[in-house]
Nanobody, 123 residues
Framework: QVQLVESGGGLVQPGGSLRLSCAAS????????MGWHRQAPGKQRELVAA???????HYADSVKGRFTISRDNAKNTVYLQMNSLKPEDTAVYYC?????????????????WGQGTQVTVSS
């Protein structure tokens, strides 16, 4: 019912920046909360950041002060501005969305998911 497509990933040097975008289509009326999760090779998927319909934000401790999540409701798009990137940030980044913020934060399969975009931080 909701389609999410991520873009903006790529290869950057440590200390560099990237901005990820996630465009939603379909039953967008059902979307209230959106977020980003990431999964590195051999590791579980983890929450990066989430944003509610009211604009309140939540961040993983590992990215606080470096990443910023935002949304443009007119464009049905959520963004993740990533600054001061570290090699540890290397992962596939997934966008998710749901009516409930709790579902987005939990990152379970009851929400809608994009296919992911690769972010590689390396010199």
């Amino acid at each position: 019912q909701v389609q999410l497509v991520e873009s903006g990933g790529g290869l950057v040097q440590p200390g560099g920046s990237l901005r990820l975008s996630c465009a939603a289509s379909g039953s967008i009326f059902s979307i209230n909360a959106m977020g980003w999760h990431r999964q590195a090779p051999g590791k579980q998927r983890e929450l990066v950041a989430a944003i509610s319909s009211g604009g309140s934000t939540h961040y993983a401790d590992s990215v606080k002060g470096r990443f910023t999540i935002s949304r443009d409701n007119a464009k049905n798009t959520v963004y993740l501005q990533m600054n001061s990137l570290k090699p540890e940030d290397t992962a596939v980044y997934y966008c998710n969305a749901d009516r409930r913020l709790s579902t987005v934060v939990a990152g379970n399969d009851f929400g809608s998911w994009g296919q992911g975009t690769q972010v590689t931080v390396s010199s």
